[in-house]
Structure formats: C-alpha cells, structure tokens
C-alpha cells in the first residue's frame, strides 16, 4: 500500500463498479451522438421522400439510442456513486492508518492544522474523482467515436472535430487548470485567515468591544473580503474566458466541418442524405466536453492534494516501534529518564535531560511557551523518541517496549483534548468502554465538571461536539482530565489542567486530581509555575535545560 | 442547523437585506436569456446552410454562415460574461452580509458554538453568495429558457412543439409520483455521505486521543467497516435516489427521438421543410438543458439556503440599546432587582441582586464560583441583558443609554483576556493609535510592569506569564482613562507583592470602579453574591 499511494490502492480496490460506472458512461455518451447522428440522417434521408419502409432502421434507432442513453444515464449515476462512496471509504481509512503512527508528534509543530489540511484534501481528491475525471473520460472516448464515424462519411471533418475536440476537451481544461491557480491559493488563504479573525470575533469579541477596537476589525474585514474580491474577479473573469473560447472554437468547428461537408458534396465523395450528419455530429460531441474547461479553473490544487496525501506515506514515523512486545514488570516501576536530548529542524529544543517520576511524586512543570514541556511530556509518553539518552519504566527500556505498552503505565492529557461528536458518555467512554453511570458522574466531579454536567439539558446524553454544544477550552482540558481518571494510569502527565478556571475552583480540582492519585506519579505542566497545591518538587523547563526550583520562590 | 424554508420566502428575506441581490438576479437571468436567443440563431442558421446544401441552391450561405458566426459570438459574450458580471455584482452582497455577520458576532457574542458561528460567518456567507450569484439564477433560467424554445417550436412546427410541451409537463408529475420518495432517499445518501466524512474527521483530529487510550487501531478499522456497511446499504438508496434523474434522462431523449420520428413522417408527406425540421431537431434537447443544470446545483444550493436561514434569523435580531446620551462625568450606578442567568447555559440565579455605587466610589463582588460576578460585570458593562431588573446610570434605564458610548466610557478586564497584537504597543493601542507611548509607559509603572513598548509577545501574548498577562489587560484598560473602570479578578495569577502593587493602583484611580476578587481589597463597600442570598453590606 505505501508504495502505490492510497489513492491508487483504493480505486483497484472499487475496480468492478468503476469498470460498470465508466461503460455506463460511454454508453450514455455514444447514446447521445448515436441519436444526434441517426435523427440528422433520419430526417434529411425523409426529405429525399423514399419509401417509407427504408426509413424502418433509422427510426428504431432513434428510439434504441434515446432508451439507451436514458438507462446508461441511471446505470452510470447509481455506479459512479457506488464507487466514489467505496473509494474515498477506502482512501479514508487508508489515510486515517497512515497518520495513527504520525501524530502527534510527527506532522511538525502545528500538528492539528496539518490533520486539518488532510480532512480538507481528501474532500478535494473526492471532487477530482467524481466532478472531473470521470465525465472527461467518457466525453473524450465518444469523441472519438465521433470524429471516427464523421470521418468515415468526410475525411476531412474528421481533422477538424479532432482539432475541436483537443482544443475544449485538453488544451483549454490544461491551461484553466494552470491559469486560476494563483488566484485559487490566494482564496484558500484568505478563508482560512478570516477564519481565524472571526475565531478571534466569537470568543474574544466583548474585548474588543470594550476597548472601541472593533472598527479595527473590520477594517481587517474589508481588507481580506479586498483580496478576495480581486482573486475570485480574477478567477471568474478567468472562467469567462474559457468559457468563451469553449463556446467560440465550438461554432467555428461547427461552421468549418458544414464549410468541409458541401465542398465533398460538389465533388461527389458523399450522399446528400448524409449532409447533416458531420456537423450534428459535431454540435452535440462539443456540447458533451464544453463545460468541463471552466470548472477547471485553479484546479490544480487539488492535484497537490493527492499528492500531499500520497506523501504522507513517506513521513518519517516519530517513534520506533520493536516487532514484538518486550517484557515488563508486573507492577509499574518508577520512571527515569537519563540524559534526554531532542532536536527539531537543527534546533535543540531539549538538552541532556534527567529527570525521575517515582510513587507519591507531584511534580509542577513550569517554564515559558517554547521552552520544550510538551516535546518532554510526548517523550514521556513515548509518542516521539529522544535523538540521545534513554528512558525505562521500571527495569524495561522503552527501546524495547511498543507504545502501547508504555501507554498501559504512562497517561498524557494534552493542553486541547479532541471533543467527539458524541455524546458526553461517549467522549469518557473512549477512555473506558465499560465504565459506569456512577463511574462516569465521579470522574466529572473530581475533574471539577459536575457544574457542566448540572446545566447539560440532557445529563451524560448531550451531545457533544461539532456544532452542537460547545465546551470552552479549559472545560475541553478537564473533560480530557475526567477521561483520564477513569483509567487512572499509574503514572501520569496533564498539561494545563486548570487553565480557565478562577484561583479558588484551580486549587480544588488540582487537590482532588492529587488526591487520587496518591498511589502514583503525577506531572503537571504549568504555564506559570502555580502555587495551587503541594507540590513534592517544582522543575522549570527553559530553553531546554531543566532546572530544579526552590518551592517558595515560584513563579 | 435550522429547518429551511421555502425558497421564495427566503430569496424575498435576501432581497430585503440588498438590493443587489435583485440585480445580480437580473444580469443573470438577462445574459442567459440572451445566449438562449443566441443558441436558437445559432440552430436556425445551421439549420438553414443544411438545407441549402441539401437543396443546392447557393443563395443564402453566405447570410446563413454570417448569421451563424455572429450568433456564435453572441453566445460568446453571453456565455463568456455570465459568471464574472454576476460574481461582481454578488460580491458586495456576500461584503455586506459578512460585515453584518462579524457587527453582530462583536456585539452579541456567538449565535450558537464558537466553531458553528466561524463556520457560518466564512463558508456559511461563502455558500449564499453561490446561492445568490448561481442556483437561484438557474433556476429562474430552467423557468424561463423552456418557455423561450417552446415559443419559437410553437411558431415553427406545432407539432413539435406540443410533443415537448408534453414532456415537459410530465416530468412534473413523474418527479411527484417517484420523486417524494426519491427526494427523501436522494437526501438521506447526502446525510450519510456527510456523517462518513465527519466521522473520518472526527477519528483524525481526535487521534492522539484514541492513541493515548490505545484506541486507534479499533478507530481506524471502525474507519473500513463503516465505509463498506455504508457502501452496501447506500445501493438500495441509490437506486430509488437517481430514479427522478432518470425520469428527466428518458423523458428528453424520448422527446427528442419522438420529435425526430414526427419530423420524419412530415417530411416524407411533403408538409415541412428540411431546414425548419433539422432547426427543431437541434433545438428540443435545448429544452431540457436548463432543467437538468438546475437540478445538478440542488445538493450545493441546499447548503445556501441552511446557511442563509440561519444567518438571516440571527442578523434580524433587533439591536440592543437605546438612544439616551451616556454621562459625560464618573457616574454613579445603582444595580436594582438585577436576576442573571449563567454565562453559557440556562441555569438561574435565585435571588436579585441590589447595590447603590456612589460615583467615584471602589466596590467588590465577592462570592464563590459560578454565582454570577463575571455576569454581572458583563450587564454593567452592556455587554449582557439581565434577565430581569435594571442597571441605573446616574438615575438612568441603562437599557435606554446608546450602548457605544456607553461602552467607551467603560473599560472591562475581562477574566480570561486574549491581548490580540504584536507588540506590547499594540496591545494596549489595541487599534487607537490615539494612545501615546508616554502614557502607556506610566500605567505600565503604576502596575509595576517593565516591559519595552516594542517587544514582541507572540500569537496572543503567549510569551508573557500569567500575571503580566493580567497586568498589562490592566494597563490596557487604565490608558482609555474611562470614566467606570470593571475589573474581573485584577489580582489573579500574581503573587502577593505584584498584587497588592495592583490593589494600590487600582485604589489611587479617580473614576468608580467594580472589582470581582476573591482576595481581600480595600473596597468602599462589596456586594457579595450567592446562589441564593445576596447582601448588600457596607
């Protein structure tokens, strides 16, 4: 699979219904240009006046051809479906398998935005599939059939449908494809720059109120909707364009093969009962292509989707993963780490860290952003190796332990836990399948969220998530707490869990959080080294050194 | 997403919102008409230079092929300008609509969840600019441009035309007698197709979640077999969902092949002329093209009119505010039978809440979590209607005050502030180029921060601690020397000397200030609050 690309895999895979959804589609285009041809030739050979039975084969066809192109049109709809369903089905799980070793720690910094760029893209390859590779296949082999049959009766008509037919169905698709592309990247990042300014709208928008600032903001509005309309002017004056030279070198082909079919008429190479049949010929296989070109504009940035997809494939994974399982010690050891370093992108961001989390240990982990907690929390966690220096829980190196195993002793709760559209039981249950109502309603409590669940119109059965009801950011961080003290792993890591909330409620939940787990190790990553509980030891990461802290003089 | 409504009702309520809508219509409709007109010449001429071949006579061809090239060009330039008049003239719309979106979001925060509001503020206005500038025009058009060919049929060829008038008229009726349920099939397939991608979306971006609880590999073969139960169950949907486009498919070429036969016969008895019969020949597919683009955009208008109806219902909304001038000196304030209902959610408070704020004076909510002060400090500040009561400025309904210059007057420390800008300049300017250094730099001092104008801080002031974070809010709020000062929890994340630096600033400030605290503050007097009782003690 790595090898061929997901999106290959996944095709071959639907084969059967792509292979029924493409004759479907021939069927449907040689329909179309078989009535085209055969009415023309029905009705100019009626002109003649001939005996009525001699019109018997063309008439039937006539009617066989609109049957059949109704039918294929059904065939090729339902088929097509069918397997654009399956194959991005199929592309998705595919890409989901790919990313399950990446993240979090292998996309690069901004981790989230790569997975959200990923979501988007196979959208695209969706709409590559279904919107553009499919019907110009089919168009382009009727073509085909046409410029053969015109060919046939005219030679040379033959030439000039196969000029018009490479010109709106290749040339003209190519360059839109080429020219909007700019203008198409501009517009992608525009949207996702007004995203982030009504983001900053919705959730900070009473501050800017306050501070008379919001005519700064829409300033900032009217300044991106300025860029935008100057790249979409530009894209649809684009597709104007090609539009226009579609519908323009349509006409002139139609004129030059009428222009080709009376100079063969005066030299005697064909019947006039034919005379109308190249340039219908012509009319309806230029129809059947001519509005692709358009729809192309800027396209090619969803083939730099497959492609950013297909290279997924080719990340480097973040952790090395030994073949079998190695062996641990029955009950969780204490956890060293010896000498840690890491570097990203040639920037040492963790330098020869030592560092232990044994039983009863609470440890504050303070230090300013960029200072390297998070990297040390996912080494912990192991969902990223160390470039040097070594990490073992209890007497088994994590050299010789698959993560998950690691992942049974060590939990790591990270500063924006994924909400799932489900319902609030269900985003628990993640964490344990088989947990109970009353299980359930103490891990709130003691994360500090029995207050939510009191207003949450439907108890444990909200849903959550999407669009429905929205958590605010500290309220997402300790229902990823909650999760975690379903589970209560014996060693474990949160990053900013009280983050959001008043002094006084911080200080309750942070004790309760220590209270339950005073069988084991607990690491709490702190923006400000807080002085909310009674903390065995405070460490302050700083550009990439630890430092141990002396308790009072915090912060 | 709310129920949509009828596209009319809706179209006539986007109307009402520009009156660029009705000409973008216009344009749209006009330009597509003309290249009807334009596409019919062009079948008449061809029509016609095969019928003088057919015939010999040369008279005529060069008029014919004049009359076809210049048809040719005038579906050029209908075709060609279609999209980039009527995206020109939509533009401003989908401006307008964006600007009122971001006025209402600023002023009555989000309409429903944060992710919902950006969505429908970016794609959402996104999506009733292609309603607007694409689905509604062709719709207008597959009315229009049908009536327009089967006129001219009509003129030529009776026959014809009644044969196309027929089908077209069925197609109505076979779309209600397979069509209803089609319809409900057509949109379930749709569902189902957005919960697999939602669902495929859910599992990636919550992946390190999965990982953390070795739930992934379950997640991602999950992944597979919903993708191929959906596969199987969606063909029986399938095949009733694409009956009406088959209904459509037949009912054209069996038009077109029933008009060809007609034209046959008609030709063999000598009672039609070839050209007129290969015109009508050309033109009857014509008829069903507008009808089949119009129902190939319904899946992206259905997008549209969601977004639209739910914009438009938030955008009617009456504004908040009334028209008395705010004072023009520090005021005082009185809070009188003040109910509030919890930030986010519908619990309520129990009892009302009373105060008397003299002007100038330093008072303090105190109360536990969850009882309310920030909710109060949002209603003085205007920012939240009390869900019953009233707020006195000076003796005045603040319900009646013009809400901006109240707010001017007004500065607010919010609890969680998110300090937008680059510079510590720019984030206590916060866009008022107005404020000089001079004075930023002695509030910077009065609340012991010392930090240089032009630092650079990060997204958010990410690189400052939580307690300058704090502070400089603070400074951002005493620079715009506003004549009621609203604080939420000034104090919080400092250590006790900063803090009580803090607490001194705030009591040398002139103006009459409302402090939320859970530490001890030298106040004039507190009001403090309780789920259930509320004391006003001095």
């Known amino acids: ?555 | 997403m709310s129920r949509a409504e009828r596209p009319s009702a809706l179209l006539g309520r986007l109307r009402r919102t520009s009156p660029l809508v009705q000409r973008a219509l216009f344009a749209a409709v006009v330009l597509g008409l003309v290249s009807t007109i334009a596409i019919i010449g062009q079948a008449v001429a061809l029509a016609s230079l095969l019928g003088s071949l057919f015939h010999h006579p040369h008279a005529g061809i060069v008029r014919d092929a004049t009359l076809f090239i210049g048809a040719t060009a005038l579906r050029m330039l209908a075709v060609g300008l279609a999209e980039p008049v009527t995206s020109r003239i939509a533009s401003p719309i989908r401006r307008e609509l964006r600007r009122r979106a971001l006025r209402q979001v600023l002023a009555d925060g989000p309409m429903s969840s944060v992710d919902a509001t950006v969505q429908l503020c970016t794609r959402g206005v996104d999506a009733i600019e292609n309603y607007i500038a694409k689905y509604v025009p062709s719709l207008v058009l597959a009315a229009m441009a049908p009536v327009l060919l089967l006129g001219w049929l009509a003129l030529h060829d009776l026959w014809s035309a009644s044969i196309v008038l027929v089908s077209v008229l069925l197609l109505p009726v076979f779309m209600v007698l397979l069509g209803l349920e089609a319809k409900e099939k057509m949109e379930q397939r749709w569902r189902e197709q957005q919960e697999l991608a939602g669902y495929f979306g859910d599992v990636v971006r919550g992946m390190t979640v999965l990982k953390s609880f070795n739930r992934s590999s379950d997640a991602v073969k999950n992944l597979d077999e919903v993708g191929e139960a959906l596969q199987r169950t969606t063909m029986g949907t399938l095949r009733v969902a694409f009956l009406s486009s088959f209904a459509l498919e037949l009912l054209s070429s069996l038009a077109t092949a029933l008009v060809a036969l007609v034209l046959g016969l008609r030709l063999l008895n000598g009672s039609l002329g070839l050209s007129t019969a290969l015109a009508v020949l050309l033109l009857t597919p014509e008829v069903f093209l507008p009808l089949r683009r119009s129902a190939a955009q319904f899946h992206a208008s259905a997008d549209g009119i969601a977004a639209a109806t739910d914009l438009l219902a938030n955008l009617e909304k009456p504004h908040r505010g009334g028209t008395a001038p705010a004072p023009g000196r520090v005021p005082s304030l009185e809070i009188r039978d003040v109910r509030l209902t919890h930030a986010s959610r519908h619990a309520t408070q129990n009892a009302p809440i009373n105060a008397t704020i003299p002007s100038g004076s330093l008072v303090g909510v105190v109360g536990p979590s969850g009882s309310g002060k920030s909710t109060l400090l949002r209603v003085l500040c205007g920012l939240r209607e009390p869900l019953s009561g009233a707020v006195l400025v000076d003796g005045v309904d603040l319900a009646s005050i013009d809400l901006v210059s109240w707010q001017k007057r007004v500065a607010w420390l919010p609890q969680d502030p998110t300090l937008p800008g680059e510079t510590v300049r720019a984030v206590v300017q916060m866009g008022d180029d107005s404020i000089d250094d001079q004075s930023i730099v002695r509030a910077l001092h009065q609340v012991g921060l010392d930090l240089d104008l032009n630092r650079q801080l990060g997204e958010a002031s990410a690189e400052l601690s939580a307690g300058q974070r704090r502070r400089l809010a603070l400074v951002r709020c005493i620079v715009r020397s506003p004549l009621v000062l609203v604080l939420d929890e000034p104090t919080a994340h400092l250590d006790t000397e900063n803090a009580q630096l803090v607490v001194d600033a705030i009591s040398r400030l002139p103006m009459t200030r409302i402090v939320a605290t859970h530490r001890p503050f030298l106040v004039d007097q507190s009001i403090s609050l309780a789920p259930s009782a509320v004391t006003n003690a001095n």
């Open chain 1, 1 to 555: 699979m790595r090898t061929r690309g997901v999106v290959r895999y996944a095709l071959e895979l639907e084969q059967p219904a792509l292979r029924r959804a493409v004759l479907a589609g021939l069927l449907v285009t040689l329909s179309t240009i078989g009535l085209a041809g055969t009415s023309a030739w029905l009705i100019v050979r009626s002109a003649q006046e001939p005996a009525v039975l001699s019109l018997t084969v063309p008439m039937g066809l006539v009617q066989l051809f609109a049957l059949s192109k109704a039918a294929g049109r059904y065939v090729e709809r339902t088929q097509t479906h069918r397997s654009a369903l399956g194959v991005m089905g199929h592309v998705r799980a595919s890409v989901a398998r790919l990313l399950e070793p990446l993240v979090p720690a292998g996309l690069g910094p901004n981790s989230a935005d790569v997975v959200d760029v990923v979501v988007r893209d196979v959208d695209r390859v969706q709409d590559l599939l279904t919107a553009v590779a499919g019907p110009l296949l089919t168009s382009m082999f009727a073509g085909l059939v046409a410029v053969a049959v015109a060919g046939v009766i005219v030679p040379w008509t033959a030439l000039t449908l196969f000029a018009g037919l490479l010109l709106t169905a290749v040339v003209l698709p190519l360059l839109a494809a080429r020219v909007g592309e700019s203008s198409a990247n501009e517009m992608d990042l525009v949207r996702s720059e007004m995203v982030s300014l009504f983001d900053r709208a919705a959730q900070g928008g009473d501050e800017y109120v306050m501070a008379g600032a919001s005519v700064s903001l829409e300033r900032e509005l009217a300044t991106l909707e300025d860029r935008f309309d100057k790249a979409l002017h530009g894209r649809t004056a684009m597709m104007g364009v090609i539009s226009g030279l579609t519908t323009l070198i349509s006409g002139l082909c139609v004129i030059a093969v009428v222009a080709l079919t009376a100079v063969a008429l005066r030299q005697g190479q064909v019947g006039p009962a034919l005379v109308a049949v190249p340039a219908l010929l012509g009319v309806s296989v230029l129809e059947l292509v001519g509005g692709v070109a358009p729809s192309l504009v800027g396209f090619r940035g969803d083939r730099v989707a497959l492609m950013r997809l297909e290279a997924l494939a080719n990340v480097e994974a973040p952790v090395k993963e030994p073949a079998e399982p190695g062996a641990m010690d029955s009950v969780a050891g204490e956890l060293v780490a010896t000498g840690l370093t890491r570097t990203f992108d040639g920037h040492r961001v963790l330098s020869n860290i030592s560092f232990d989390l044994a039983r009863g240990d609470v440890v504050m982990l303070g230090g300013p952003s960029g200072g390297g907690k998070t990297t040390l929390a996912r080494l912990l966690a192991k969902f990223l190796d160390p470039d040097g220096g070594s990490l073992r829980i209890g007497s088994s190196p994590y050299d010789d332990l698959q993560s998950r195993q690691v992942r049974e002793r060590v939990g790591f709760v990270d500063d924006a836990p994924h909400v799932f559209a489900t319902s609030l039981a269900g985003n628990l249950r993640i964490a344990k399948p088989t947990a109970t109502v009353e299980e359930l309603e103490a891990a709130l409590e003691a994360a500090g969220l029995s207050q939510l669940l009191a207003t949450m119109p439907e108890g444990l059965d909200t849903q959550l998530g999407g669009s429905a009801t929205g958590l605010s950011g500290g309220e997402q961080r300790r229902l990823g707490v909650a999760r975690e003290l379903l589970v209560r792993r014996p060693i474990v890591i949160f990053d900013e869990p009280t983050e959001g909330l008043d002094e006084q409620t911080a200080t309750k939940v942070m004790s309760s959080i220590v209270e339950r787990y005073r069988d084991g190790a607990v690491l709490v990553i702190s923006h400000w080294g807080t002085d909310q509980v009674n903390a065995t030891r405070r460490v302050e990461l700083r550009d990439g050194s630890l430092g141990e802290l002396d308790v009072t003089s915090a912060r």
